[in-house]
């Protein structure tokens, strides 16, 4: 069975929250909510509080959940390594790995996904893909 789950980046905390309640996020209703730890309630979450994020349904080569907005370091045969910003392309109704001139869908990489490694996101980390 397919794990379905989220996380959301508070553009106010400049933090992550992994209790995730997702409602229709195209609109103004504030219909998903997060879990704050250190107030110990579940709180409203729109669009203006920040983001909400889809975890791919892969892990890297540590075993770390691989979610949208996560840069991720990876090596074809040849072993040159790249770096590539992990997003959801609605084009082809699946995540993509994008590099500095390209990208590739996750079914194209599948035989790579064993070298996948998180290094950060695009929230927390200033690494830019390929540089």
Aim: aromatic share 16%; glycine share 6%; proline share 2%.
């Amino acid at each position: 069975m397919r794990t379905t789950k989220f996380r959301a980046w508070s553009t106010t905390n400049k933090k992550f929250y992994y209790r995730v309640i997702v409602g229709n996020t195209e609109n103004d209703d504030p219909c998903s909510s997060i879990w704050d730890e250190d107030e110990e309630t579940w709180k409203e979450f729109d669009k203006f509080c920040g983001i909400i994020q889809q975890y791919t349904g892969i892990r890297d080569s540590k075993g770390i959940d691989i979610y949208e907005g996560d840069l991720l370091e990876f090596a074809y045969t040849d072993n040159k390594k790249f770096v590539g910003k992990v997003e959801y392309e609605e084009k082809f109704a699946c995540f993509v790995l994008v590099t500095e001139n390209a990208f590739e869908t996750f079914s194209d990489l599948a035989d790579y996904t064993s070298s996948f490694k998180v290094i950060g996101n695009i929230f927390e980390n200033e690494t830019k893909p390929n540089e």
